[in-house]
């Protein structure tokens, strides 16, 4: 069994596939090539929910087997002091933080409006093992359209969302494809800057690129230890 791997630009696939050192084999499927290394089948799906949701799903379709699970990749931003620069977390739910609606009397998710879902959950267990295995931080990590560039826009977030740890811009586009074909979703992201005003002086992508080609050696050993039995039985934690 093999795990899909969805990140955002071929920088984040190849940090995937650096963990396992040989040249990747290169798999077409409709939109995207797949990028085979490991127990990984690793594409870059573009930039954005909709993007990732469209790549996530052309791959499950084009599939001659099902996927254990697809785990959804890359950098992001981690929200200070709990997710530092060079760290790693694991989403332990997975939220669209600016999916529904502004109102007078401010933001409504989707949820309030009364259609539609904004969370997704990745199994517990996974999630700790995974977060076992490489050190990660579980955590809320929140989907956005529109990355956060302000110390007001940061305080909202975490006002409305008091467990996140990162933000990144295609979790939730992963997780409600796979969510389409019955596949458990991951989201696993190494910190390249802080969330909050831009500073790109201080953004970190190559350090963060290593720690996310570490993190997928370290998870290789999970992915494939994680059973059919386990992702039933241990999908209700």
């Given at each position: 069994?093999?795990?899909?791997v969805v990140t955002a630009v071929p920088a984040e696939r190849d940090?995937?596939?650096?963990?396992?050192?040989?040249?990747?084999?290169?798999?077409?499927?409709?939109?995207?090539?797949?990028?085979?290394?490991?127990?990984?089948?690793?594409?870059?799906?573009?930039?954005?929910?909709?993007?990732?949701?469209?790549?996530?799903?052309?791959?499950?379709?084009?599939?001659?087997?099902?996927?254990?699970?697809?785990?959804?990749?890359?950098?992001?931003?981690?929200?200070?002091?709990?997710?530092?620069?060079?760290?790693?977390?694991?989403?332990?739910?997975?939220?669209?933080?600016?999916?529904?609606?502004?109102?007078?009397?401010?933001?409504?998710?989707?949820?309030?409006?009364?259609?539609?879902?904004d969370t997704f959950l990745p199994p517990g267990a996974l999630v700790?093992?995974?977060?076992?295995?490489?050190?990660?931080?579980?955590?809320?990590?929140?989907?956005?359209?529109?990355?956060?560039?302000?110390?007001?826009?940061?305080?909202?977030?975490?006002?409305?969302?008091?467990?996140?740890?990162?933000?990144?811009?295609?979790?939730?586009?992963?997780?409600?494809?796979?969510?389409?074909?019955?596949v458990p979703a991951l989201e696993l992201r190494a910190v390249s800057?802080?969330?909050?005003?831009?500073?790109?002086?201080?953004?970190?992508?190559?350090?963060?690129?290593?720690?996310?080609?570490?993190?997928?050696?370290?998870?290789?050993?999970?992915?494939?230890?994680?059973?059919?039995?386990?992702?039933?039985?241990?999908?209700?934690?």
């Amino acid at each position: 069994m093999r795990v899909l791997v969805v990140t955002a630009v071929p920088a984040e696939r190849d940090a995937v596939t650096r963990a396992f050192g040989d040249e990747p084999r290169i798999r077409e499927v409709p939109g995207a090539e797949l990028h085979l290394a490991g127990p990984f089948d690793v594409l870059a799906g573009g930039a954005g929910p909709a993007a990732a949701a469209a790549a996530t799903a052309c791959a499950l379709a084009a599939a001659s087997a099902p996927y254990t699970a697809v785990v959804s990749a890359g950098i992001g931003g981690g929200f200070a002091p709990a997710a530092p620069v060079g760290s790693l977390v694991v989403a332990s739910a997975v939220v669209a933080a600016d999916l529904g609606a502004e109102t007078p009397d401010g933001f409504v998710p989707v949820t309030g409006l009364g259609f539609g879902r904004d969370t997704f959950l990745p199994p517990g267990a996974l999630v700790r093992d995974v977060a076992e295995a490489t050190g990660a931080l579980p955590g809320t990590v929140l989907t956005v359209s529109t990355v956060t560039g302000s110390a007001a826009r940061t305080a909202e977030l975490l006002a409305a969302h008091p467990g996140a740890v990162a933000e990144a811009m295609e979790g939730f586009g992963v997780a409600e494809a796979a969510a389409r074909f019955g596949v458990p979703a991951l989201e696993l992201r190494a910190v390249s800057n802080a969330v909050g005003p831009r500073d790109r002086a201080a953004w970190r992508i190559g350090d963060a690129l290593a720690a996310l080609t570490e993190a997928f050696g370290k998870t290789a050993p999970v992915v494939e230890s994680w059973t059919r039995h386990d992702r039933i039985d241990r999908h209700r934690d």
